[in-house]
């Protein structure tokens, strides 16, 4: 039987245990709050809204935090309305622009430039000097971009959960946890500072429509049906997309073969369920969301892929327990597929993964989180000028040591428990300094200099 272990995080978000690992997949303080603040606010949306498309690759997807934070900012930034409102209020001092540019009246939008002499304003209403006339070119063309995202987790299971997860919980008291790991249960007794976070439903909505219509497979494992119809399980998913799965499920057995569901469902949704999520949807001016789910092992995903990726989410098991998705090898393959501007992010600061990043190629630094005060994660890009908080003189040391030794996976193919011993093999042999020396010898040098 499938192991699964929730629970409520402090921000109102759903969190797992993994019991083989002995390990959290999110943060007991807020796991939707961690995915925000290290995978979605160290990156620049507003330059990437604009470009023609955006590409995701979201590795270790699990319940889809990290995609779903994304979606989800980029629904409430860039609303319509929001969007309007601050387009028009950019520049509120200018009079009305006459143009002989021609409305193309089928898209509804101007694609030429607009060239302006009107003459600005002040406070007074009296007319400004000629330095300060209207003079440049107002593009109008604001449509936004097609968004493509490929989710890539080993678990199927986790990942056709993920539309069902609830957020934004208030009021949990009391957790009757069916598993024993104490830092979750020390943290859970920490009131102090909770956010409580949600996502919107639609994003819920279309990531599951995206996996009904094209892995049908969700409506027929039985290790997924037994979890999400469990009583035992139900505070922890959202009724709403359950009623909408449950209509999916039951309309394919009563009015279609079962070798063609994916046409049905396609059909089923355009029938049946897009007055409800598409009319809110619509006000999104966000051209196409696509959405693929790759059940696999990340690294003959990425080999067979041909991509090039504006952000890359590494969100896998820390690297002592999960080396085969931190090697220098993957971070290799990873480079291959990152746009030239694009960025790569993830929790970890390990030495032994910032040095195999840079040993790859990338320029590196660290996420720094406003609310905590502190560096919480690393970001990579094959752009400098991408960087914002460099490494310290201190980090960048520690890769020398012994704890920068990366992991290797030549072949990409490895096991995870041969990676780890081939790793530790090295560090016996190396005749590095050792992190612990290096951070002592470090500080006496530090406290030489201020004396």
């Known amino acids: 039987m499938y192991d699964f272990h929730p629970y409520f995080?402090?921000?109102g978000s759903v969190g797992l245990y993994n019991k083989e690992f002995n390990d959290i997949y999110h943060s007991a303080d807020g796991a939707l709050t961690e995915a925000f603040e290290k995978f979605v606010l160290p990156v620049n949306i507003d330059s990437l809204i604009h470009k023609d498309s955006i590409k995701v690759l979201d590795l270790c997807y699990g319940i889809g935090y990290n995609t779903k934070s994304f979606l989800n900012f980029i629904f409430e930034?860039?609303?319509?309305?929001?969007?309007?409102?601050?387009?028009?209020?950019?520049?509120?001092?200018?009079?009305?622009?006459?143009?002989?540019?021609?409305?193309?009246?089928?898209?509804?939008?101007?694609?030429?430039?607009?060239?302006?002499?009107?003459?600005?304003?002040?406070?007074?209403?009296?007319?400004?000097?000629?330095h300060a006339t209207c003079n440049k070119t107002i593009y109008t063309n604001n449509t936004l971009a097609k968004i493509y995202i490929k989710a890539v987790d080993y678990d199927k299971i986790l990942t056709f959960l993920s539309p069902f997860i609830k957020t934004g919980v208030?009021?949990?008291?009391?957790?009757?946890?069916?598993?024993?790991?104490?830092?979750?249960d020390r943290i859970l007794k920490n009131k102090e500072n909770i956010l409580h976070r949600k996502i919107k439903n639609e994003i819920n909505f279309l990531i599951f429509d995206k996996i009904a219509q094209n892995t049908p497979e969700i409506f027929d494992n039985s290790d997924f049906l037994s979890i999400v119809n469990s009583e035992k399980y139900a505070e922890y998913f959202?009724?709403?997309?359950?009623?909408?799965?449950?209509?999916?499920?039951?309309s394919i057995y009563k009015y279609t073969p079962m070798d063609n569901k994916p046409a049905f469902l396609h059909n089923i949704y355009y029938r049946h369920i897009s007055n409800c999520y598409k009319r809110r949807l619509k006000v999104y001016p966000l051209n196409d969301v696509d959405f693929e789910l790759k059940n696999n092992d990340a690294?003959?995903?990425?080999?067979?892929?041909?991509?090039?990726?504006?952000?890359i989410f590494l969100d896998a098991f820390t690297p002592s327990k999960c080396p085969c998705l931190w090697s220098y090898e993957f971070f290799k393959e990873l480079y291959k597929h990152l746009a030239?501007?694009?960025?790569?992010?993830?929790?970890?600061?390990?030495?032994?993964?910032?040095?195999?990043?840079?040993?790859?190629?990338?320029?590196?630094?660290?996420?720094?989180?406003?609310?905590?005060?502190?560096?919480?994660?690393?970001?990579?890009?094959?752009?400098?000028?991408?960087i914002k908080y460099e490494l310290s003189e201190y980090d960048l040391g520690l890769l020398k040591t012994t704890a920068g030794i990366f992991y290797r996976d030549k072949n990409l193919t490895a096991q995870n428990e041969a990676i780890i011993e081939a790793r530790n093999q090295e560090v016996k042999s190396s005749t590095r300094l050792s992190s612990s020396k290096y951070k002592k010898y470090y500080k006496q040098e530090d406290l030489c200099s201020t004396t």
């Open 9 to 11: 995080t402090n921000d």
């Open 77 to 130: 930034k860039y609303s319509e309305r929001n969007f309007i409102k601050n387009f028009y209020h950019a520049k509120n001092n200018i009079e009305t622009i006459h143009t002989n540019n021609i409305l193309d009246n089928k898209n509804q939008i101007y694609n030429e430039q607009i060239y302006t002499n009107n003459i600005s304003r002040d406070k007074e209403n009296n007319f400004t000097s000629e």
């Open 170 to 184: 208030k009021g949990v008291k009391f957790q009757n946890l069916d598993f024993d790991y104490k830092p979750v």
């Open 238 to 250: 959202d009724k709403h997309i359950k009623g909408i799965f449950n209509f999916y499920r039951n």
């Open 299 to 311: 690294r003959q995903v990425i080999i067979n892929d041909n991509n090039l990726y504006n952000l």
């Open 340 to 386: 030239p501007d694009g960025t790569l992010l993830t929790y970890s600061t390990s030495a032994s993964i910032r040095a195999a990043m840079m040993e790859a190629g990338f320029f590196i630094g660290n996420i720094y989180n406003k609310r905590e005060n502190k560096f919480t994660g690393t970001i990579a890009s094959k752009d400098k000028s991408q």
